[in-house]
């Protein structure tokens, strides 16, 4: 890893952030060109080809004249405006190119904005033949359509998502995107390079390689990727991505939350589970906490997945349970062995399995998982050493959450344990600080509700650490109801409904409020709804949801298949051998270079370790030394600012996320510390987000009841600790007393009923004002009070302090003063010249200043 404070690398910015596409009969022009729209490149793409893609690149860069005489002179018929190329589709007859036409600021890492898909436009390349069209074409369109690129897509021109900021930082170690770090030869150690010159900074530009496996259009990338230059390529990722900021007494501190959900062995609840023979595993999501105060940022990493095995449950009866099933049995643990020596590979070790499934049934359902994940752990710590040997933790949730124990100080105790074994990392804007070495891996069976509480847990830990390193907080500790802790669990519910929506079909069911058992019991209506939403979506859905994930992650080509209506993919019995090597290829993968079973994780990985091997042998694309950290293509700042473009303040994302942040501060407060714990407000009634449209964490989630000896299919599995606790609760009623602060607390006094004698003074007073006022026609007092006044007159005698008579701004009698107050006045105003005369003899000043000022006090 890079140390050095003389060397810098530089992400390249990407020179194609705006595209217009221009349409003609036999071509579509394709120009992209920067944000300054100083620099430009030409895409021309052939349509008269029924089947093949031909694209021409123009490989020289363009200026604006040059641009619009070949906008002239091309005579197009239609234009669109997008902000990038997500790539090019063919099913059984042409091309269909996909670009993004809308987009949306979403969170900021550094000076690098990220952005989320909000519309994209498919448009057919090639012409139709004058045969008669497919009869399937269509059918595939509309199934390739069901994966909604407006929802949970996200790219970045200048920052690699779908690498952790911890690589990102790091210095790299190999040019080239097809090297091997066994046998090539690596660059020089950065440490020893000396700059020349006045400048001691020496600046380098490189070109991240994207980690494939969270590259959701690289199978539409294809058709370009080794044709074109690299800026056309925009790499999304899918997941989810969100950002809030902590106000710390006017100092924003950022917190982003990016998961990173995996395109292998990728699909629904329960037509993918455990793992296929690669060691992919499903719903494999990487969850990335970053914290950030100017130039410093402190990041921790976690995942979740299914256990690595094979197994399945069979939906094919609709019983609420299906039962689980171990489908191929694995003695050396080999699948395992796969997915953890990955983990070894880009994470370090230890690699920490946090193990939610249940452990103890009366009926053997989820403790089949638990026995066989168990299993596998013991076998593979064999053959490693001690110091870096796989750690298993085990918590049964649904257990603990029926007694009297507390939840959340549980998983608070296990999530500080983890925090201290694998640490985290630390940037502080000149270098690397602090290594994250390791990753905690959580499930359960479904890796959605208890996984997303028990990572909250572990994420509320580490942003206690992450303060705690950045220097804001001493110890690292962070109460619940703090508006911190509000802000992160709001965050983390945000990120678990919006992966069970994607992977299960429904929102959370158990929220963390749930096991945190402060979940209001009007809540349980949403519960029903979600796990009813959700069984719908695994009975009925998941299947064309599941064609659609395969045909556009190219798991399955259709114009590769054979026509026949046979093979289409929705008459294919299973899409097993999309997912599994063949036979012939397994036999291959069995045997690594002849090594044996119980050499399970190789050499370079075990030389690496605790570190990573991915981080400390960091591969680029291209590596180009520049003169100045000002050259456009590294100008983080100026594409950060757009200072070439007038942008409204409202539109700035710093702006965005502040004032969005606002909605976890409390409205009245005297303790201004977002570390404090307060109350905030809570909704009395839930409703159901799916039916209303509001946002997912706008409702609370409570459980139902259920029997103990009952076995849980999945996480829905119902909580019985809160029903007798729920249903006697009552509706919260608000009076200023439970809002407001007392003036006692903010002003020293308290505001209290008068007293009798007080009380009638305020009556009098009260009198006082109604006789002051004019009597005539533009006041008329009701009769009902003439008593009332009369009595006043008669208790209370008005003295006037003067007489002005009918005065008016037209004209004013002057007072009348006596001769006697004349006379003092004027021997006042003489009083500075007989002080100040030149002959002062006959004058005596005491006499003068005696008229004016007792010399006896």
């Known amino acids: 890893m890079n140390t050095s404070k003389t ?28 944000n300054q729209e100083t620099r430009f490149r030409i895409l021309e793409i052939d349509r008269t080809s ?48 996909i670009l993004v036409t809308k987009r949306t600021r979403c969170a900021v890492i550094g000076m690098h904005v990220i952005y989320t898909i909000k ?35 996200y790219f970045c021109y200048s920052y690699d998502l779908t690498r952790s900021l911890q690589y990102n930082l790091s210095g790299p170690k190999y040019v080239g995107s097809q090297v091997d770090i066994n046998s090539d030869e690596p660059l020089p150690d950065w440490d020893k390079m000396k700059s020349s010159g006045v400048d001691s900074n020496i600046e380098f530009a490189f070109r991240s390689v994207s980690r494939k496996r969270f590259v959701w259009n690289s199978f539409l990338l294809r058709p370009m990727e080794h044709i074109l230059h690299k800026d056309w390529l925009l790499e999304i990722i899918h997941g989810f991505i969100s950002q809030s900021n902590i106000n710390i007494f006017g100092r924003s501190v950022y917190v982003c939350l990016i998961a990173r959900r995996s395109t292998r062995f990728a699909g629904t609840r329960f037509l993918k589970r455990g793992a296929n023979h690669k060691g992919d595993v499903a719903n494999e999501v990487e969850t990335e906490q970053i914290v950030m105060d100017g130039r410093r940022m402190c990041s921790f990493i976690q995942m979740r997945g299914s256990i690595p095995s094979h197994w399945s449950q069979d939906v094919s009866k609709m019983v609420p349970k299906p039962p689980i099933a171990l489908d191929l049995g694995d003695p050396y643990a080999e699948t395992s062995a796969k997915h953890i020596e990955r983990l070894l590979f880009h994470y370090g070790a230890p690699v920490i399995i946090f193990n939610l499934v249940k452990k103890r049934e009366k009926r053997k359902h989820e403790s089949i998982l638990t026995e066989e ?14 110091p870096h040997r796989i750690k298993y933790i085990h918590f049964d949730m649904a257990r603990k959450s029926r007694g009297d124990g507390n939840v959340m100080n549980s998983l608070a105790d296990i999530a500080e344990n983890v925090i201290q074994q694998i640490g985290m990392f630390l940037y502080d804007g ?37 303060l705690c390193k950045l220097g804001f907080i001493d110890p690292p500790k962070l109460e619940f109801d703090s508006d911190c802790v509000t802000m992160l669990e709001t965050l983390y519910e945000d990120h678990g409904d919006t992966l069970a929506l994607q992977y299960g079909g429904s929102q959370l069911v158990h929220r963390i409020k749930t096991y945190r058992k402060t979940a209001a019991w009007t809540s349980q209506g949403n519960d029903i709804m979600q796990t009813l939403s959700r069984y719908y979506s695994n009975t009925f859905s998941d299947t064309e949801k599941q064609h659609s994930i395969n045909l556009f992650l190219g798991y399955y080509v259709p114009h590769e298949n054979d026509s ?14 999309m997912h599994n090597l063949q036979r012939r290829e397994m036999r291959c993968h069995s045997v690594r270079d002849g090594a044996p079973l119980t050499e399970w994780v190789r050499p370079i990985v075990m030389k690496n370790l605790p570190y990573s091997t991915s981080d400390r042998n960091k591969i680029v694309a291209e590596l180009i030394r520049v003169h100045s950290k000002h050259v456009e293509m590294i100008d983080s700042y100026s594409n950060y600012h757009l200072p070439h473009k007038l942008t409204a303040f409202e539109e700035h994302i710093a702006y965005q996320i502040s004032y969005l942040a606002r909605n976890f501060v409390r409205t009245f407060r005297t303790n201004f510390s977002p570390f404090e714990p307060g109350k905030h407000e809570r909704s009395t009634s839930s409703k159901n987000p799916s039916l209303t449209g509001q946002s997912s964490t706008s409702s609370t989630t409570s459980s139902t009841s ?34 407001l602060p007392s ?38 007092v009701r009769s009902s009070h003439l008593g009332n006044q009369k009595k006043a007159l008669a208790s209370i005698q008005l003295v006037p302090l003067g007489d002005f008579g009918r005065d008016s701004y037209e004209s004013v009698e002057p007072p009348k003063v006596p001769e006697k107050s004349i006379d003092v006045y004027k021997s006042y105003v003489d009083s500075p010249g007989l002080l100040f005369k030149k002959d002062v003899s006959s004058v005596n000043t005491r006499d003068v200043i005696s008229k004016y000022v007792n010399f006896s006090l």
């Open 50 to 97: 029924t089947t093949e893609l031909n694209i021409f690149e123009n490989p020289n860069e363009l200026e604006v004249r040059d641009i619009r005489k070949l906008i002239s002179s091309i005579g197009y018929t239609k234009s669109i405006s997008a902000y990038g190329v997500l790539g090019f589709v063919r099913f059984l007859e042409g091309y269909y190119l």
């Open 706 to 739: 259920s029997s103990m000896d009952e076995a849980s299919t999945s996480d829905e599995e119902p909580l019985t600790d809160v029903k007798t606790q729920n249903f006697t609760e009552t509706v919260a009623t608000h009076s200023l007393t439970t809002i």
């Open 7 to 34: 060397v810098t690398f530089n992400p390249i910015i990407s020179s194609i952030q705006k595209v217009a596409l221009y349409e003609t009969k036999t071509k579509l022009y394709l120009i992209g060109s920067n």
């Open 373 to 386: 994940m168990l299993a596998s752990v013991k076998y593979l710590n064999q053959f490693l050493p001690p």
């Open 564 to 577: 026949k209506q046979s093979s289409a993919i929705w008459e294919l019995p299973t899409d097993y051998y």
């Open 430 to 466: 000149d270098e690397s600080q602090m290594y994250q070495t390791g990753i905690v891996r959580v499930n359960c069976v479904d890796c959605l509700d208890r996984t997303n509480t028990a990572q909250f847990a572990i994420g509320k830990c580490a942003l206690g650490h992450q």
């Open 119 to 153: 519309d994209t436009v498919m448009i057919k390349v090639n012409e139709s033949s004058a045969k008669q069209p497919h009869p399937h074409e269509q059918r595939y369109l509309k199934m390739f359509s069901n994966i909604d690129l407006r929802s949970n897509f």
């Open 743 to 780: 003036t006692l607390e903010i002003y020293g006094m308290e505001v209290r009923r008068p007293d009798k004698k007080n009380y009638a003074l305020y009556k009098k007073y009260v009198q006082m004002a109604k006789q002051s006022m004019p009597m005539g026609d533009e006041y008329q």
